[in-house]
Nanobody
Framework: QVQLVESGGGLVQAGASLRLSCAAS????????MGWHRQAPGREREFVAA????????TYANSVKGRFTISRDNAKNTVYLQMNDLKPEDTAVYYC??????????????????WGQGTLVTVSS
């Protein structure tokens, strides 16, 4: 059974940075795409970023492109989301996701094998 555990959320001011981590267990982590979605209060969950199994392919939502960077360490079974220049509109619960195959497209298209429990990011103005 796959378990995804996020950490690194918190309360920051606009313009600050945070790094989210997601530790995976119970699966062959390196074989699958990983990514992040987020859900703001009163809104639907939306795609944020995804990375293929071998770090070669990444994709981002337009709203975070140039500010967020996704990476993974397959030796540590961990995926990261470095978030820079945070804005109040980035406030949301961030969910780690494992895709159903090696392509980041699985994360974009919401073809998800497992979700984490979520970590809250709050950005004040």
């Amino acid at each position: 059974q796959v378990q995804l555990v996020e950490s690194g959320g918190g309360l920051v001011q606009a313009g600050a940075s945070l790094r989210l981590s997601c530790a995976a267990s119970g699966h062959t982590f390196s074989s699958y795409a990983m990514g992040w979605h987020r859900q703001a209060p009163g809104r639907e969950r939306e795609f944020v970023a995804a990375i293929g199994w071998n770090n070669g392919l990444t994709t981002y939502a337009n709203s975070v492109k140039g500010r967020f960077t996704i990476s993974r360490d397959n030796a540590k079974n961990t995926v990261y989301l470095q978030m820079n220049d945070l804005k109040p509109e980035d406030t949301a619960v961030y969910y780690c996701a494992e895709g159903t195959n090696a392509s980041p497209t699985s994360i974009v298209q919401n073809s998800i094998y497992a979700w984490g429990q979520g970590t809250l990011v709050t950005v004040s103005s």
